[in-house]
Each structure stands twice: as structure tokens, then as C-alpha cells.
């Protein structure tokens, strides 16, 4: 059976992330911005770079969540908030790691998270985080 799930690309404008991945533009030029969440186009390519999980949390919501409850999923944004409160995420200089709580669902005891050889990746230098709130 197919589900007809949600997507939602880790950039606000799906047809944008191609050219900003490839540095042809500036995550901050994204027009759609505001609908990410943020405060600023700054804080956008910020984060824009760090949320593939939330995006990936976000088609699940989407796709499960009763039209009672809003029928949509919070902003990205919203969601990296959260699990910033809630210890889920550690925002750093150069990248906001998931910490191994939150991987088991922040549920003492509940099923650890899997662990994966580090991959080697293309290194490229990212804009230091925004100002918080």
C-alpha cells in the first residue's frame, strides 16, 4: 500500500534547495522564508542547512495528524525549538547534533538509538548560528 504523505523539503522552497545545495544562491534568498518559522532570512540559512530530521518529521506529522488537531504540521522552526527546550538537539558553531535521549524518544529506558560509522563528507564552511531570541 502507497500512503500519500506529505513532502517537505529541508528548504522552505523545495524547487530552490537544488541551486542553494550547489551555492548558485543564498539560503537567505529564499522568498518563502517566513513560512519556515523564522525571524529572519539570517536565521533561516542558518538552520535551513540543519533540519533534515525535522523535515522528515514533518511529512510524518502531516501525514498522521487529524484534521481536528489543525490538519498541518508545526513550522520547522517550531519543531527545532522544541527539541532544543527539550535537550533533543545541541546547536553548535558549525552543525545541531540529535543527542542519544531524544534519539530513544527521551523515554528512559526506551530502545536505543543506532549508532553509524561517521561517513566522510565534502567540508564546507557554514555561517555561525543567530542570535537567540
Do not use: K, N
Not at 19 to 34: F, G
Not at 91 to 112: D, K, L, N, V
Request: glycine share 8%.
Amino acid at each position: 500500500m502507497i500512503h500519500p504523505v506529505p513532502y517537505h523539503a529541508q528548504g522552505a522552497s523545495a524547487e530552490l534547495v537544488p541551486a542553494i545545495i550547489r551555492r548558485e544562491i543564498s539560503a537567505a534568498e529564499d522568498p518563502l522564508w517566513r513560512a519556515y518559522g523564522a525571524d529572519s532570512p539570517e536565521e533561516y540559512a542558518w538552520w535551513s542547512w540543519r533540519l533534515c530530521g525535522i523535515a522528515c518529521l514533518r511529512m510524518a506529522l502531516d501525514h498522521w495528524r487529524d484534521e481536528a488537531e489543525g490538519g498541518m504540521a508545526p513550522t520547522a522552526m517550531a519543531l527545532a525549538e522544541e527539541r532544543l527546550r527539550a535537550g533533543g538537539y545541541r546547536q553548535t558553531a558549525h552543525r545541531c547534533a540529535i543527542r542519544a535521549p531524544e534519539a530513544r524518544g527521551g523515554i528512559p529506558g526506551g530502545p536505543p538509538h543506532r549508532a553509524y560509522p561517521r561517513r566522510s563528507v565534502p567540508a564546507f564552511t557554514l555561517p555561525a548560528p543567530p542570535v537567540p531570541r
